[in-house]
């Protein structure tokens, strides 16, 4: 157990609707992080916060938004989906310049 | 920019042989490295890393030593066992800026009994 709680586990939806992927990071971890895992195109970094501020972007389409809240829990939202959207979607948390704790996942399939 | 390739798999092994799989890098700068790995099912998690060139990180049997003038970082494992069937991923982070890691694309090790 990494510490790290992501909800739900699996999601199934439609395309064109949108959805909220939740994050809890290990305790006293200030950073969180968003990855997404797709067959075709390994495993994407999303965008990473620190303390409620965010401090990078990678491939993080404009249907997709993220935030971190004052509790440190974080949420990814994506919204307008597409079938291409659906992949496994990991958060993980770190303190400072340590390791990053993954959690679980979040399997999303867009139908 | 920094990227991590890893060999492609799948990599299939008959019980007690030894693995290897290949990692190389390409940063600017001197980064730390890492190996994760995924079991079916689950998420990644940290099999071992190293953060300066010539350390051998090592952990339940694996073993990778940062070459700095290979700009590599193997996987190594004398005897493997059918419960390492996995996607292992080779990473690497800055030291500088923001700490994201940069993963290799992974591969898939499948141990037969």
């Known amino acids: 157990d990494s510490g790290v709680t992501q909800t739900p586990k699996h999601l199934i939806t439609a395309t064109g609707q949108r959805v909220t992927l939740r994050c809890s990071p290990r305790?006293?971890?200030?950073?969180v992080y968003w990855y997404q895992q797709s067959l075709d195109q390994g495993l994407q970094f999303l965008i990473h916060?620190?303390?409620?501020?965010?401090?990078a972007k990678g491939n993080i389409l404009e249907r997709f938004s993220a935030q971190q809240f004052p509790d440190l829990h974080s949420e990814l939202n994506l919204s307008s989906l597409e079938l291409g959207d659906s992949a496994l979607y990991f958060c993980?948390?770190?303190?400072?310049?340590?390791?990053?704790?993954f959690g679980e996942g979040s399997r999303l399939t867009v139908l | 920019g920094n990227s991590v390739t890893q060999m492609e798999g799948p990599v299939t092994l008959s019980e007690e042989a030894f693995l290897t799989i290949n990692c190389t890098y390409t940063?600017?700068?001197?980064?730390?490295l890492f190996w994760y790995v995924q079991y079916p099912g689950e998420g990644l998690q940290l099999l071992l890393k190293?953060?300066?060139?010539?350390d051998k990180g090592s952990n339940k049997g694996f073993e990778a030593t940062y070459r700095k003038e290979t700009t590599s970082f193997h996987l190594e494992k004398g005897s493997v066992q059918v419960s390492d069937s996995a996607v292992y991923f080779c990473?690497?982070?800055?030291?500088?800026?923001?700490?994201?890691?940069?993963f290799g694309t992974g591969t898939r090790l499948l141990v037969s009994p």
């Open positions: 190293a953060t300066k060139a010539d």
């Open positions: 916060y620190y303390n409620g501020e965010e401090r």
């Open positions: 993980a948390s770190s303190l400072n310049t340590g390791e990053l704790f």
């Open positions: 990473a690497l982070r800055l030291h500088t800026g923001f700490q994201k890691l940069v």
């Open positions: 305790s006293g971890d200030l950073s």
């Open positions: 940063a600017t700068g001197y980064p730390s």
